[in-house]
């Protein structure tokens, strides 16, 4: 049964924009921290930014200041803003939530953003 699905990809120039969505399927959502992971080809998967059950934000400083992570409660609703994209965001994005090296859900199908020239 599908738990994390990821929506909002795409192509992009860079210094463009993208809002990613991820649908999540847990009747405990609202206690859970969350986060966008991404994972370029021959790169490990890395969590890029975070937010807390009370709604505290933490990022990459790759991505600090142009990426922005939300989330809705009601709707079991997790987001990423993508501001100022640039080449190296190139990658496949995904959901989960983490909890320290580890994860608590089965990984999506994640969503690709390609950012070029």
């Known amino acids: 049964q599908v738990q994390l699905e990821e929506s909002g990809g795409g192509l992009v120039q860079a210094g463009g924009s993208l809002r990613l969505s991820c649908a999540a399927s847990?009747?405990?959502?609202?206690?859970?921290?969350m986060g966008w992971y991404r994972q370029a080809p021959g790169k490990q998967r890395e969590l890029v930014a975070s937010?807390?059950?009370?709604?505290?934000?933490t990022y990459a400083d790759s991505v600090k200041g142009r990426f922005t992570i939300s989330r809705d409660n009601a709707k079991k609703m997790v987001y990423l803003q993508m501001n100022g994209l640039k080449l190296e965001d190139t990658a496949v994005y995904y959901c989960?939530?983490?909890?320290?090296?580890?994860?608590?859900?089965?990984w999506g199908q994640g969503t690709q953003v390609t950012v070029s020239s």
């Open positions: 847990i009747d405990i959502f609202s206690i859970r921290d």
């Open positions: 989960n939530a983490p909890t320290g090296r580890f994860v608590f859900y089965r």
């Open positions: 937010i807390t059950s009370g709604g505290t934000t």
